[in-house]
């Protein structure tokens, strides 16, 4: 029998759009998976240590403010120190495209934009964990 | 002189007309239910919409019928003149970057006609930290311009003289600290206070309620508004100490009626603390303004505004004993839903801009906002501004549109929308009443819930395709280049804000700054208006986290009850 995923949902920065995590957060739930949603404010610091403390598989970063591509960098680097860059990162947000391509040159998961359906991250979030599970990690 | 003998025969007339028209309809009802009809995508959030509307829609209630505009309860607008009088203030928000850059995006602005200037402060500016505090890195000058002391204040209105201008500030957590930066701007340029026009956001409740940028616990919050109610009554008369916002509430995911609801609950809210306080209603209600969100639903949103404005004067004088007219009229500021712009084939949003633009107008309002077509992907390039700021001018100088003051009053149909929303509205407030009232509904969550839940109905509803958006769910592409250009703001204003940041703390007069945050937490720890003291503080250049840091050791820091 396979656990259901643990799913760290994030707000970092200073932005208070919280529409889209908590949608999302919902949906995940809704699509079976373990759901903890952070709240607003957090910094790298408060996210990494929380997909520890939580064991988190899935770490989704909501983000509308611009600062992506200083602060999802550092929730990368912080779980590596902490030994758990098995930990996929992804999430959604105002990410021009071609910042969604440079994150996932440093390892960042895939990143969604406006308007993609809830549909397309659970299926994603379920195809990673599956193909984790397919290599035993 | 008629006498009621002589009335009979019309009277009876029109008996006979309304029995005939009855008729009609129901045998139109007929007709209409064996007929093949769509199924209908959209859902409005009053009650069903029916697809004919005729008096008989409105018996029982007189409609607009018996009223004129400029006159109780203002339901056709508030100024006998409507748009002949004066046309809406073209009011576009901007602001990136440094002060230096958001000036010259002004300069553009004022040069291709806009009226009003309406300052976007960065997500550190808004949360009251300074531009090179660690909470801000990555932060500075992204989503607006980065203000961390009166020099910055001084350096974005630079060459703008503030007694011509009138200047909105979307501001809500540090609002106090932010005005009296404007204020003492204003001083230095030598303009009286009493010469200023603008508004201040400054809506807290709606903060903890759906936009989240708070500083303080939910209590001194609404001290520090009131403290602006008293000082701006007296000392800056021209300038709305707030904007009662349900911009950000249904942005986040309220239906209509929840966003004219829980924005006129706020709005009583800060009337019964300004009561509360000893202010008499008529001193402070006049400069109280609104700001609402214009979506998709065209009728709806022309009902809301309309129905807006007559539960507000309804309230200020029955519940709160207003007498001056200026109290009762509700003045609103209008922006078109940014929430509905899409990241795919986004000159649609052009399209859907300029129908949200038209609902607004329709709606009476004083001022608006046209968002640009980029807006989901960043902030506006200035080729996507002027297009915005050209559907206004369209609208204003082409279509003839206001030419005549509320012209859909009369219709069957808006005027029933109109008398719908207003008793959805009045169902809500009693609902907030039973949860006892706004603050202690924020923090049960019960707003928030609310709000969340709409939204996550919204989504369900569109990837059901119960709700189309046009190139999203329906009409879909295959995903092209992106056709437009975008602008990227880089990390060059933070290095520069922390030089200037660190060369204005050696450079001011370091006692008198002192000397000013202590006696800001002596004013706050007792009763005494702070304003004053706050002023002090931005005269003598104190930063914004100190000033905001000096409130915090007395007030404590807000917690969110989090949940999803």
């Keep these: 029998m396979t656990r259901p995923i643990r799913v760290l949902v994030a707000k970092p920065g200073l932005d208070g759009h919280d529409r889209g995590a908590k949608v999302v957060a919902a949906a995940l739930r809704d699509a079976g998976m373990e759901v903890i949603y952070t709240g607003l404010h957090q910094t790298p610091e408060m996210i990494a240590s929380a997909a520890v403390q939580e064991d988190a598989d899935v770490v989704g970063l909501s983000i509308l403010s611009g600062a992506h591509m200083t602060l999802f960098p550092r929730v990368l680097q912080l779980l590596r120190e902490q030994g758990r860059d098995d930990v996929l990162i992804t999430g959604g947000g105002i990410i021009p495209k071609e910042d969604m391509a440079a994150l996932e040159q440093q390892g960042i998961g895939k990143l969604f934009g406006p308007g993609t359906p809830t549909t397309a991250l659970i299926d994603y979030i379920k195809e990673w964990f599956a193909a984790r599970q397919a290599q035993g990690a | ?564």
């Excluded at chain 2, 207003?322 to 899409?342: D, E, I």
């Excluded at chain 2, 107008?361 to 501004?385: W, Y």
């Excluded at chain 2, 990227?488 to 922390?498: G, H, M, T, Y």
């Design chain 2, 1 to 564: 002189m008629t006498t009621p003998t002589e009335l009979d025969p019309t009277l009876a007339a029109m008996r006979d007309e309304l029995d005939r028209l009855r008729a009609e309809v129901d045998a139109w009802r007929t007709r209409f239910a064996s007929g093949a009809v769509r199924d209908l995508a959209y859902a409005n959030s009053a009650a069903e919409v029916a697809p004919f509307y005729t008096a008989l829609d409105l018996e029982g209630s007189a409609g607009t019928a018996f009223e004129v505009p400029g006159q109780y309860p203002y339901t056709r607008g508030i100024h006998p003149t409507g748009y002949r009088g004066k046309l809406w203030t073209m009011r576009q928000f901007a602001g990136f970057g440094s002060a230096k850059e958001t000036n010259a995006r002004y300069k553009f602005l004022l040069k291709e006609g806009t009226t009003g200037l309406s300052v976007a402060f960065d997500f550190p500016t808004l949360m009251g930290y300074d531009s090179d505090h660690p909470r801000s890195e990555g932060e500075v000058g992204k989503c607006g311009v980065a203000i961390s002391s009166l020099a910055d204040m001084e350096q974005l209105f630079e060459g703008i003289p503030l007694g011509e201008v009138s200047t909105s500030m979307t501001i809500n957590g540090p609002a106090i600290i932010l005005w009296c930066f404007y204020l003492a701007a204003a001083e230095k340029q030598g303009v009286p206070l009493t010469a200023l026009r603008g508004t201040v956001q400054n809506d807290i409740l709606k903060e903890y309620m759906a936009q989240h940028a708070w500083c303080f616990p939910i209590e001194p919050a609404l001290r520090l508004i009131v403290d602006m109610f008293e000082f701006g009554a007296q000392e800056v008369p021209q300038w709305n100490t707030v904007s009662i916002s349900g911009y950000h509430i249904r942005e986040a995911g309220a239906t209509a009626a929840q966003e004219l609801a829980f924005t006129l609950a706020d709005g009583f809210t800060y009337v019964e603390r300004g009561i509360a306080r000893g202010l008499d209603v008529d001193d402070f209600a006049p400069r109280l303004s609104f700001f609402w969100d214009i979506h998709n639903d065209f009728f709806e949103e022309i009902a809301k505004l309309r129905a807006a404005r007559r539960i507000w004067a309804r309230h200020m004088k029955e519940r709160y004993g207003a007498t001056s007219a200026r109290s009762l009229v509700m003045r609103f500021h209008s922006q078109t839903a940014g929430v509905t712009l899409t990241a795919q084939q986004p000159m649609n949003n052009v399209v859907r801009v300029a129908y949200q633009a038209l609902a607004a107008v329709l709606g009476g309002t004083q001022s608006l906002h046209t968002n640009s077509m980029d807006e989901t992907l960043a902030l506006p390039t200035e080729q996507a501004v002027e297009v915005a700021l050209r559907t206004q001018q369209v609208l204003a100088y082409e279509t003839g549109v206001p030419n005549v003051i509320d012209p859909l009053g009369g219709s069957y149909y808006v005027e029933k929308l109109t008398d719908e929303l207003e008793a959805e509205a009045e169902r809500l407030f009693e609902e907030i009443a039973a949860q006892g009232g706004v603050v202690a509904g924020l923090e049960t969550g019960w707003f928030q819930k609310k709000i969340a839940e709409s939204a996550a109905r919204q989504q369900w509803e569109i990837e059901q395709h119960r709700r189309w958006i046009v190139g999203v769910n329906a009409f879909a592409t295959e995903e092209r280049a992106l056709e437009i250009p975008l602008l990227k703001i880089d990390e060059q204003a933070a290095k520069d804000q922390a030089a200037a940041l660190a060369r204005l703390r050696q450079t001011r007069d370091a006692a008198r700054c002192t000397a000013a945050l202590d006696r800001l937490r002596e004013a706050a720890r007792g009763t005494e208006n702070v304003v004053p003291c706050i002023l002090e503080c931005a005269r003598s250049y104190c930063t914004l986290y100190e000033i905001r840091a000096a409130l915090e050791e007395v007030f404590g820091a807000y917690r969110e009850p989090v949940f999803f």
